[in-house]
C-alpha cells in the first residue's frame, strides 16, 4: 500500500466501529466478527440505495482502524454475447482498457467515496444491523442448547402469555407451556423457576426451547442432584412413572450389592426426598426397589397394598393379581391412580382381583373345563375332575399328550390312559368333519383352508364374517383379524404370522414376472405367441 493510500484510510479510520462491534459482540454472546459483517451488509444496502440496486456493491470494515471502504465490483466475461447484465458485468476487451491485465473471471473493482448516511439511510443500516446481529444470537442459542436436552436449568420468569410461562435463563429464553407446569402452580414475574430441557428445535422465528416441571425424567434428575450415590452411579434410576402434582413412583437398582438402594434415596430422616417433594410442589413419591423379575416388580410397585397372588400372561403383556379383600381400594387407589402409576412403571396391563373374586372365577373355570371333558370324552364329572386338577384344558390335550403323563394321575392305568386318548381323537375327527362340512357349506375356498396356522373352527369363523378367499383373509389388518375370535384371543404374534402366510402367495407372483423379463435382459427371444 503507499503512502497516500495509508494516508487516506488513517484519515477514514472509524475506531468507534469496532468499541461498538466489541460492545454488543459482548452483550449478545456471539463473536465480533459476525456483529462487523453485519455492519457491512447494513453499508452495502445503503450505498445500493445511493447508486442503484441494480450494482454490485460492497463494503469492508478494516479490523484493525475500523475504516470503512465501499466499491462497485464489475465482472469480466470472455465476449460481448456472454453478458447477462451490462451493469454489472464486462467483457474483457473492454476491461483491458480500464486495466491492462485483467483476466476473465476477475472484478474490475471502483472505489467509491464514503457514504454520509442520511436519516433513511441511516434507519435502514440499522435494521440490518439488529436483524443480523439477532440470527446470529439465535443461532448461538442454538448451538449452546441443542445439546442440553435433558438437563435442569434454572431461570428467572420473564413474563406469562396465556398461562404459558417465559422464562429468562440468562443467555436465551425458553417456553415452559401450560400443560407442562404442575397442576395449581402459580407463577409471578422474577419468580426462580426450575425445569427440564424436553426440547430445543430450530424455527423460523429462532430456537425454541421448550421445558417442562411435568416430564418424568424431571423427577429423576431432581434424585440425581440430591442423592451423591445416583450422581456417581452406584444407585441406578431404572423407571419413573407420575401423576404430577399428585403422586408418583420410582424404581430403583443398587450396583452395590452391599447398599440397599432405597434408603439413600430417602436421606436421614427423608431430608433428601423431601427436597425433590417440596420442588414438586408436594408431590408424594413412593421409591420402589427394581427387580428383574416382573412378577416381584410389580409386586413392590403395587405397594402400600399387599399381594396374595400374581399371574403373568406373557403374550399378552398383561399379569394378574390377586389381593385380599380390605387391600383391594388400597390396590386400585384414588381414581385408580395407584395401579396406573404400578402399570406405567412396569409396562405391564394389571388387572387387580380379590380373592374372593378369583376363586369364583377359577370355580367357573373349572366347572367349564369339566363340562367340556364330560361332554366330549362321554366320561362322569369324577374322571372330568381329575384331568382339569392334573392341568389338562383341552381335548387337544388328552388327545395327543404322551401316555405316561396320564399314568400318572391316580386311579388311571394303561387301559383307561388308552381309551381316553382313543376318545379324544374320535371326538377331534367327529368335529373336525362336522367344521369342514360348515365351512363348505358357507363357501370358503380350499385354498384358504391350507393357510398355515388356520384352524377348521377359525375357518367357520372367518366365513361366517365373510372371508372365504385367501386374498380376504391377506387383506385384514392384525387388529381386525384379533377382533373375529373374541372368546379364543389371538396373540399379535399368532395373528400376524396368519396374516402374512394368506400373503405368501403375492410375494410368489413376483418371480415369474421377474422370470419373463430375463430372457428379454439376456437377449433371449420370448417364447412364440408372447411379445417381445
Known amino acids: 500500500m503507499n503512502e497516500a493510500a495509508m494516508n487516506t484510510e488513517a484519515l477514514h479510520a472509524r475506531p468507534e466501529l469496532l468499541q461498538v462491534a466489541e460492545t454488543v459482540a459482548r452483550d449478545k454472546g456471539i463473536e465480533r466478527d459476525e456483529v462487523l459483517e453485519a455492519m457491512e451488509q447494513a453499508i452495502q444496502k445503503a450505498g445500493r440505495s445511493k447508486y442503484g440496486q441494480e450494482h454490485d456493491i460492497r463494503a469492508h470494515i478494516d479490523r484493525t482502524s475500523g ?21 454489472i458485468q464486462i467483457d474483457l476487451q473492454t476491461a483491458m482498457k480500464k486495466k491492462e491485465d485483467a483476466v476473465v473471471g476477475e472484478f474490475l473493482v471502483d472505489p467509491l467515496p464514503p457514504i454520509d448516511f442520511g436519516r433513511i439511510a441511516a434507519q435502514t443500516a440499522k435494521q440490518v444491523i439488529v436483524q443480523k446481529v439477532r440470527e446470529a444470537e439465535r443461532t448461538r442459542q442454538y448451538d449452546e442448547y441443542k445439546d442440553r436436552v435433558g438437563e435442569i436449568v434454572n431461570g428467572l420468569v420473564k413474563r406469562i402469555e396465556y398461562g404459558n410461562v417465559i422464562v429468562d435463563l440468562g443467555r436465551a ?13 402459580h407463577f409471578n414475574n422474577g419468580d426462580r423457576v426450575r425445569a427440564y430441557i424436553m426440547d430445543v428445535r430450530e424455527e423460523t422465528r429462532g430456537p425454541q426451547i421448550f421445558l417442562s416441571r411435568t416430564h418424568p425424567q424431571f423427577m429423576a434428575k431432581l434424585f440425581a442432584q440430591e442423592v451423591p450415590e445416583i450422581y456417581d452411579g452406584i444407585i441406578e434410576i431404572k423407571a419413573v412413572a407420575r ?16 447398599l440397599d438402594p432405597v434408603g439413600p434415596c430417602i436421606g436421614m430422616r427423608g431430608s433428601r426426598v423431601q427436597a425433590v417433594v417440596g420442588e414438586l410442589q408436594g408431590e408424594k413419591i413412593d421409591i420402589i426397589q427394581w427387580s428383574p423379575d416382573s412378577a416381584s416388580f410389580i409386586v413392590n410397585g403395587l405397594a402400600p397394598a399387599e399381594v396374595a397372588k400374581v399371574v403373568l400372561d406373557e403374550e399378552r403383556n398383561k399379569i394378574e393379581v390377586v389381593v385380599p379383600d380390605d387391600q383391594l381400594s388400597l390396590a386400585i387407589g ?21 380373592e374372593a373374586e378369583e376363586s369364583e372365577r377359577r370355580q367357573q373355570e373349572f366347572q367349564r373345563r369339566s363340562q367340556m371333558f364330560v361332554d366330549a370324552l362321554d366320561v362322569d364329572d369324577v374322571i372330568a375332575h381329575l384331568l382339569v386338577t392334573e392341568g389338562f384344558s383341552s381335548v387337544e390335550e388328552v388327545a395327543f399328550v404322551p401316555i405316561d403323563d396320564l399314568l400318572i394321575i391316580e386311579g388311571f392305568d394303561e387301559d383307561v390312559a388308552e381309551e381316553l386318548r382313543a376318545r379324544a381323537r374320535n371326538y377331534l375327527e367327529r ?12 363357501g370358503v375356498e380350499d385354498d384358504l383352508a391350507n393357510v398355515e396356522g388356520v384352524t ?56 415369474p414376472t421377474a422370470a419373463e423379463a430375463a430372457p428379454e435382459e439376456t437377449g433371449e427371444a420370448a417364447p412364440d405367441g408372447e411379445a417381445g
Open 334 to 354: 384414588r381414581r385408580g391412580q395407584n395401579v396406573r402409576l404400578a402399570s406405567q412403571l412396569s409396562g405391564w396391563d394389571i388387572d387387580i382381583l380379590t
Open 243 to 258: 401423576d404430577p402434582g399428585s403422586r408418583a413412583k420410582i424404581a430403583v437398582l443398587s450396583h452395590d450389592s452391599s
Open 456 to 511: 377348521p373352527s377359525m375357518l367357520v369363523v372367518l366365513g361366517e364374517n365373510d372371508i372365504k378367499s385367501r386374498d380376504d383373509l391377506a387383506d385384514l389388518a392384525t387388529d381386525e383379524l384379533q377382533e373375529l375370535f373374541p372368546t379364543e384371543p389371538l396373540s399379535d404374534d399368532a395373528a400376524n404370522a396368519v396374516i402374512m402366510a394368506a400373503r405368501a402367495h403375492w410375494f410368489e407372483d413376483e418371480e
Open 431 to 442: 368335529r373336525d368333519q362336522e367344521l369342514t362340512a360348515r365351512r363348505v357349506e358357507l
Open 67 to 87: 475504516a470503512i471502504s465501499l466499491a462497485r465490483y464489475t465482472e469480466v466475461v470472455a465476449m460481448p454475447e456472454e453478458i447477462e447484465n451490462e451493469i
Open 173 to 185: 429464553e425458553a417456553l415452559l407451556r401450560r400443560d407442562e407446569c404442575i397442576p395449581r402452580e
